[in-house]
């Protein structure tokens, strides 16, 4: 599958002789020469040879771009799956928290009712105490 003569004046030459065009006049323009009137196209075999080379590199830099975002997408879905599971696990260990907190709290209050248990009985609520009175 060769490229035909239409291919070539139609895909291949238009960038080529544009960058001439640009390429010629950048140049007047820098040398103080003024601007052109008239830009002489390039020959037909070296606006094809400048084309092939233009679609070329068009086409390794669009999947060298192409490769970069999906990389670039790839690393941010990561990141956020890596972000989604650390809050998780902070949210598990607040709520652990929250649960031995309430633990204490119950706890405490147990500790509370049984020294004024022991207080109404007449017991010291000192650990020491229970120790001597139950041996």
């Not at 490229?3 to 103080?32: F, N």
């Not at 500790?111 to 609520?125: R, V, Y």
Request: net charge positive; hydrophobic share 35%.
């Amino acid at each position: 599958m060769g490229c035909t003569r239409e291919d070539k004046e139609y895909v291949v030459c238009p960038p080529a002789q544009i960058l001439h065009w640009i390429g010629v006049r950048s140049k007047m323009r820098m040398l103080g020469l003024g601007q052109p009137k008239f830009v002489p196209p390039l020959n037909n075999a070296m606006a094809i040879e400048t084309g092939s080379n233009i679609l070329g590199e068009l086409t390794i830099f669009t999947i060298g771009i192409s490769l970069i975002l999906l990389e670039f997408t790839r690393q941010a879905k990561n990141d956020k799956k890596k972000h989604d599971r650390h809050r998780a696990q902070r949210q598990r260990l607040e709520n652990e928290i929250d649960l031995l907190n309430d633990r204490i709290n119950q706890q405490i209050n147990e500790m509370k009712f049984l020294k004024n248990k022991l207080s109404e009985f007449g017991i010291s609520p000192e650990f020491k105490n229970v120790i001597k009175k139950c041996s």
